[in-house]
């Protein structure tokens, strides 16, 4: 057992206390060594920082930071980060723009520090079952349904219905990380139908046309307003049996018998940090930017319709 | 004098009849040898043919292809083009979206041909004397008008307004392509306000928000109906004084005063045949992205505004 990584954990939001600071704890490879908040979120008797500058600068010993801000302000930190040497986990998506993570991308390879951008669902425990059954089949069609109740997922969070906040995009990115692992080729997209409420900068439902680099075609039902039954399935079929991964990656059927699936780590966080453990030594980018330009390229070709004005 | 490169035309539009047959043409180290197309287009004597399938199978030598489809079937061709061994020459922009743009970079690597994205305006004839100029200045900020009437530049053609079909980014991809080019630092997309007519699919008009990586903001304003004098015109003020690119890069003025600008190679065409010259025997992949995935990111955090209906 070597020296554990010290790590500080930028941005306290939900997301850090509800998955980051556990997995973290509960993980010998790591030490939380500090916090970033500008809120002032803290844990425990840690140091805690209002600045990324404020962390460099005092003294604290960090390998690693973990940045769960906003994907806005992602980018600089994370540039700052870079340059101090320390590798960088990147919430998904891993900034607010292609261009923004195509730049940090390039930085980190410049630099030799550590990046990764962190897609929770592909370690989901089914997905991995999933991308080695469909490796050798030839995929014919397939279908996404991401089907969630924002006021139950996201109750109040406004943010998201803003320009840039990606909308049903939000929880879709993790059906397009999804897809991009497990399908044999790449996704190309061909067309999309987007619906943003009235009183909204952002979509609330869409239909997207996509295309495998084969030929096949992949459709996506995404939409915000689901009641009853959330629904997180990818279904594919192929020229040697059907498979379901639903649950949002959870669970895996072949031609409609259930299969067991074990979760050896006990959580897709448990999962992102096993690999940024492999990543932060060996100074690897781990930048795969596949998702997020798919959701810009179906921002880029989509027909927009506007519908019934949205409230909490 | 080597062999000159035989080349094949795909995609006989007003682009490659206006430009590439000429400068070809006019070009001795190129030789065009084929066309290919599926409305039937020709050039003088040459063989004619229906698709890339029918010129591969004909026997005639090909080293490279231009291609000037829409982009909607750029990449499968581009593709099977490079599948033959064959240089490719892409019009702007290199694919329809940035997903497919990236499958085809990465195709030619892996194949070891020579692909271009080719970006015109970056070869107008003040372009690079811009570059070199800002290149050691620090900018303060900078500020985009590419404001020209769609129906001068456009007429009928109702394919530039459907979703995917670009609208007024059709145009403004041309600035983003200079500006990325003479600017010293990358650009980020912050936000975007963006027109569409009610009966339209894409953009009549825009504001975006923009930041180098410095931190110095750029503002782009894009109109496609302008009328009266039309406007292409990129300003920058830098602690060094000031600088404005106008008329698409052909004219250059520092401080107030206007700079003769040599056009050596008569013409933006002329330049990129020159470039594509270097690419095709080193085998070269010179696929700058930044304009496309600029494009895709405006898209992407816009808030959009329903105007008026537009006809022709």
Chains 1, 2 share one sequence.
Request: hydrophobic letters at 50%; aromatic letters at 6%.
């Amino acid at each position: 057992m070597t020296t554990p990584i010290r790590i500080a954990l930028v941005g306290m939001g939900k997301i850090a206390r509800d998955q980051h600071v556990p997995t973290i704890q509960q993980d010998p490879v790591f030490q939380l060594v500090a916090t970033v908040s500008t809120s002032g979120g803290s844990v425990d008797d840690l140091p805690a920082f209002a600045s990324l500058e404020a962390l460099a600068a005092s003294g604290v010993a960090v390998d690693a930071v973990s940045l769960c801000t906003p994907p806005q302000v992602r980018r600089a930190i994370a540039h700052s980060a870079i340059d101090q040497g320390w590798a960088v986990f990147l919430e998904k998506p891993p900034a607010a723009t292609v261009s923004e993570a195509i730049a940090l991308r390039d930085h980190a390879r410049a630099r030799g520090t550590g990046l990764f951008a962190s897609w929770h669902s592909r370690h989901a425990p089914a997905v991995e079952p999933a991308r080695v059954w469909l490796a050798d089949r030839q995929v014919l069609d397939a279908s996404i349904i991401w089907a969630e109740d924002v006021r139950q997922w996201h109750p109040g969070q406004d943010w998201i219905f803003e320009p840039g906040g990606f909308g049903v995009f939000d929880p879709a990115i993790n059906a397009l990380s999804i897809a991009t692992q497990i399908l044999p080729q790449a996704l190309f997209v061909e067309g999309a139908a987007i619906d943003v409420p009235s009183n909204r900068g952002a979509a609330i439902a869409a239909d997207v046309s996509l295309r495998t680099a084969a030929g096949a075609p992949v459709h996506a039902r995404l939409d915000f307003l689901q009641r009853g039954r959330q629904r997180w399935d990818i279904a594919v079929r192929t020229n040697d049996g059907d498979l379901l991964l639903s649950d949002g990656g959870a669970a895996l059927s072949i031609n409609g018998d259930s299969l067991s699936v074990a979760d050896a780590l006990h959580g897709e966080y448990a999962g992102l940090y096993r690999r940024f453990a492999e990543i932060v030594p060996a100074r690897e980018v781990d930048m795969d930017l596949a998702p997020l330009t798919l959701v810009a390229d179906i921002h880029l070709v989509a027909r927009r319709t506007e519908v019934d004005a949205f409230d909490w």
